[in-house]
């Protein structure tokens, strides 16, 4: 078995953004080879995700956009308010109202596949909750009765 170095496991957790002992393990099953262990680390997000899915998700966000002529918005929910609250769990919902507001005419389904549920997958994996992209409204009619207000 080849031995497993810090500054390997830290360059893989720098790139994926993984816990140190999930790095190490990933190392360790692909002998040291740090695309393998990546790729490893890949599927085990698929895994977690699916462990996660049973737990509930009741915090979260509602991110928006609005132009004036079409306004969307989409929750996104996690476990806990300390995740709601992380950049990354912020920015993976602006990803996901501005993939939207791109392409208001595609579904909800469809808009989830690919690379947000990759994205939403990776992000259980680094977070360690469950993360659901619970519902999305959207409007393209123009009217004055639409509006934002943050806070």
């Known amino acids: 078995m080849k031995e497993i170095s810090a500054s390997l496991v830290k360059e893989l957790r720098e790139r ?9 393990k990933a190392l360790v099953v692909s002998q040291g080879n740090i695309e393998l262990a990546i790729e490893e680390l890949r599927k085990l997000s698929g895994v977690k995700a699916a462990k996660k899915a049973i737990r509930t998700a009741s915090d979260g966000v509602i991110a928006t956009f609005s132009n004036g002529l ?4 989409v929750e996104v929910n996690c476990e806990t308010d300390f995740v709601a609250k992380d950049e990354s769990f ?3 919902s602006e990803d996901i109202i501005a993939k939207l ?4 005419d595609v579904g ?11 994205k ?4 259980i994996q680094h977070l360690g909750e469950n ?3 619970r519902r999305m409204a959207k409007s393209d009619k123009g009217s004055d009765s639409v509006g934002l207000y943050q806070a």
């Open 120 to 123: 939403r997958k990776k992000l």
């Open 108 to 118: 909800f389904n469809k808009l989830m596949t690919g690379e947000l549920e990759d």
């Open 16 to 24: 994926t953004g993984v816990g140190i002992m999930e790095c190490k």
């Open 101 to 104: 507001a791109a392409n208001i």
């Open 70 to 73: 079409l306004a969307c918005m």
């Open 131 to 133: 993360i659901v992209v």
């Open 90 to 92: 912020i920015e993976y």
